[in-house]
């Protein structure tokens, strides 16, 4: 939920700065690995967003596809967990590349 508000207050300083009156959309990009799930930050944000300009804004959350980077042997594979072991040679010296962003792609403003 601190998230959703960091967000919304972020969005809202933007669109103060631009002028506008309203914001209409809002794109957000929130890895698989981020801790959040989408379905729970489209909840949070439409009662964060109550009462603000931005409470007509339509919410689109894009979960971008998490990957992992073998140590060992160089492969890029998916991962779906933090401790994930690589797919072709079975190392755990795995280091997650994508998936753990969370932040504002686009804002749209009136
Ligand atoms: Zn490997």
Not at 6 to 24: L, P
Not at 31 to 56: I, Q, Y
Not at 59 to 77: A, H, M, Q
Request: glycine share 8%.
């Amino acid at each position: 939920m601190s998230i959703v508000l960091s967000i919304v207050d972020a969005v809202i300083a933007r669109s103060r700065e631009e002028g506008a009156e309203k914001v209409t959309a809002v794109e957000l990009v929130a890895g698989r690995l981020s801790g959040v799930e989408a379905e729970a930050l489209k909840f949070c944000f439409s009662a964060a967003v109550r009462g603000t300009l931005m409470e007509d804004a339509e919410l689109t959350v894009d979960v971008p596809p998490s990957e992992g980077l073998c140590e060992d042997c160089g492969k890029r594979f998916p991962v779906d967990f933090h401790y994930a072991r690589c797919s072709v040679c079975g190392s755990f010296r795995v280091t997650i590349v994508s998936g753990q962003e969370l932040s504002i792609r686009s804002i749209t403003l009136e």
